[in-house]
C-alpha cells in the first residue's frame, strides 16, 4: 500500500517503548490488547493515529507493522495490515475527547476477576494516589456492553472518565500523553490490586 502520509519513526518508537513497558508489566498475554497514539496532521483535522495492527501482540510488532489511520473512517494512511475491531472505540474516544491523544487497553487478569467474582460493581478506591493521577473516576461497564463492537454508547460518558472498566473484558485508560495514560493503567491495576488485598479472599467465596 502507498503511504498517504509519511511515517514519523519518532512516534513508532514512543509507541514501541510503552508496548514494551506495558509487556514487561504482565498485561498482555496474546495478541490481544492495543496502544493508539494521535498525533496532529496539517490534512487531518483530528489528526492520524499510530498503532499496532490486528494479529499481533505488542510483545511482538515492530516498527515496521505499525499502521497509521485517521479519526473518523479509520481510512489506512500508512501501511496495510488491518486493525483490530477495537481500534473503533480507540477513534471515538479521539473524535469526542480532543484533550486525549494517547489511549492504552488491556485485558487485565486481576480486573477482570474482581468484576467476575460478583462481590462488587464498582472499584473501591483506597489509596490517596488515585484520584489525582485518575483526574476522572474510572467509568464500569457492564458485561453486556461491547463498545468495540458498538462505540454508540461511549458519548454518553466519555466526557467524565479517563479509565474504562469492562466487565469479563479489561480496562481502557486514556491521556494527553503517552506517559499519562501509561501511569493511569498502572494506578489503576495497583488498585485493583490493593482491593483484593484489604477484601480477602472471604469476601469472594
Known amino acids: 500500500m502507498q503511504s ?6 519518532r512516534v513508532g518508537n514512543v509507541l514501541l517503548k510503552y508496548a514494551r513497558m506495558v509487556v514487561a508489566r504482565g498485561h498482555v498475554h496474546n495478541t490481544l490488547g492495543n496502544i493508539a497514539v494521535r498525533v496532529p496532521h496539517p ?6 493515529v499510530y498503532t499496532k495492527p490486528a494479529e499481533i501482540s505488542l510483545e511482538e510488532v515492530g516498527l515496521e507493522d505499525l499502521v497509521i489511520t485517521d479519526v473518523p473512517a479509520g481510512t489506512l494512511l500508512h501501511g496495510g495490515k488491518i486493525t483490530s475491531v477495537g481500534h473503533q472505540l480507540n477513534r471515538e474516544i479521539f473524535r469526542l475527547r ?12 486481576e480486573t477482570i476477576a474482581l ?4 462481590a462488587f460493581k ?9 484520584p489525582p493521577v485518575m483526574g476522572k473516576p474510572p467509568h464500569r461497564l457492564p458485561s453486556h456492553v461491547d463498545v468495540e463492537q458498538d462505540v ?9 472518565t479517563n479509565a474504562i472498566l469492562m466487565e469479563n473484558h479489561g480496562v481502557t485508560t486514556l491521556g494527553r500523553t503517552l506517559s499519562e495514560a501509561y501511569h493511569r493503567l498502572n494506578t489503576l491495576t495497583a488498585e485493583v490490586r490493593r482491593d483484593f488485598e484489604a477484601l480477602g479472599e472471604q469476601d469472594f467465596a
Open 115 to 118: 468484576f467476575a467474582s460478583g
Open 122 to 130: 464498582e472499584l473501591r478506591v483506597l489509596s490517596l494516589e488515585f
Open 4 to 9: 498517504r502520509v509519511a511515517f514519523d519513526e
Open 152 to 160: 454508540g454508547p461511549i458519548k454518553d460518558f466519555i466526557a467524565n
Open 43 to 48: 490534512d487531518f483535522p483530528d489528526g492520524v
Open 98 to 109: 480532543p484533550d486525549v491523544n494517547a489511549v492504552i487497553h488491556v485485558h487485565h487478569d
